[in-house]
C-alpha cells in the first residue's frame, strides 16, 4: 500500500475524522466534515457542519493554543517565550506517538536502514516543522507557521495548508468574527466553472482548492491585516499530527518518499519546499490532479454516482452469510445494478444483478458464504459496472467494529 495512504488510514482509525459531500452519512462516533464547495458567495461556508468527537479533540486543542505564537509577517522577527517553547514541547510530546505518526516513523525507519529513537524521532519533528531559520528578508520562517498558521507575504497569504485552521477562522474568528470571505474553487486555476478537473474535485470531499480571502489579525502587532489568496488548497479530515506525519515522510529527503500519491481514489502532487540547508519544511501541500482511471489491474475507473458508505464486518456469532456492504446512490435517477458486482482482496465477486438502487437511496447487499469476504483483520472492497471500477474503500483492523456494529466508511 502507498505510504500516504497508510498514513491517511492511521489517522482516519484514530484522531482524523471523515470528509463527506453535504449529502453524505453522517457517523457521529467517528465524527464528520460536510465539504461544501457549491458557493460564491463570500458569507459561504466551506465547512457547512463539523462533529469531532471529544476523544479526538485533545491535539486539536492543543494545535489551537499554538496558532497565536507567530508574527503575521515573514519578513518580522519571532518573539519565542518560555511559554511558547514548553507548549511546542507539550504539543510534540503528545503526537510522538500518535497511530499515523508510527506509520510514518516505521517508514522512514525501512527507508534509512536503522532504528530512530524516541529522543531522534522527535528532533526530526522538531526541526521539520518548529526549527526557525532565515530565508533572504525572511526572518524566522518555520514549516509549523508557513503550512498551519498562514503568513502575510505582501497582500497575499502564504501557506495556509491545515483545513482546521480554516474551519476556525471561519467559524470562531478572532474575538468571535468571521475573518473569511469565500471566493469560490479553483481546481483549473482560473473559472470555478471551467475545466475536467472542477467537476471530479468537488466530488472529492477530502480535499479542497480555492481562491478567499482572510481578514488576518496579527497578534503581536494587534492589527488586522486584509489578505488575499488567488489559489490554494489543503487536505480535509486529517488531524494536525496526519498532516504532520505527511509531510514529515515527503520533506525528509533520506526518506526517499513518492512524489505522488493516490488517497481514497483521488490522485495528488505532493508539493514540498525547504529551507536553504534541506532540514527544515517551508511548505507542503497537495495539488489534486484528479480521480484515478484505472485500478491495480488496469479496469478504468467508471464515474457513476454509487458509492460504498458502510459495511457488516464483524457481524454477531459465526461472520458466514451474515456480513453486509451498503451502497448508496448519490444521483437523481434510480440505478439498475446488472452487470455490476462487488470485488474484495482475495478477488472473489459478487454478481448485483437482479438489484437496483432508488435514487438518493442506499441498498444494502448480503454476502452470501464463500464469495465476497471481509476481513476482520483489514481489507477492502471494490465495486464495478462491467469491467470498470466505480468505488473501492479500504479499512484497518481498527476500524472493524465490536460484534455487530457496522462501519462506515
Known sequence: MDIYQEIWDADQAERGIPAILPNGIKDETKGYVVVDENGSNPDHVLFSKVKIPEHKLETYRLCETLLNNYALSQTQPETNT???????QEFLNLILHSSPMKVARDYVQQQIGQSITDARWYQILHDIWFRQYDQ???????????????EQKGSKIGGYHFWYKYYLDDIIGFLGSDDISYI?????GQNPNAGSLTTQGVLVPEVVTLAYKWDAYDYQTRERRPLYKPIGGFWVGCSIE???ALGTVRCLIE?????ETIINNAKYSLKVFRSPDGRSMRTFY???LGLITSDEDNHPISEAHIRLVAALINPEGHDTGKETVTLLNLSPQSIDLTGWFLKDKFGNTLELGGQSVGAGATLVVKLPPNQVILSNKGGKVGLYQQQQLVHEVSYT????GAQGWTTVF
Do not use: C, W
Request: glycine residues 12%; aromatic residues 8%.
Open 184 to 188: 469560490g474553487t479553483r481546481y483549473d
Open 255 to 259: 526518506a526517499r518518499a513518492p512524489k
Open 136 to 150: 533572504g528578508n525572511n526572518q524566522d520562517l518555520s514549516g509549523f507557521e508557513h503550512v498551519i498558521v498562514g
Open 82 to 88: 518560555a511559554e511558547e517553547i514548553s507548549e511546542v
Open 242 to 244: 496526519g498532516l504532520m
Open 286 to 288: 497537495p495539488k489534486f
Open 397 to 400: 483492523k481498527a476500524e472493524v
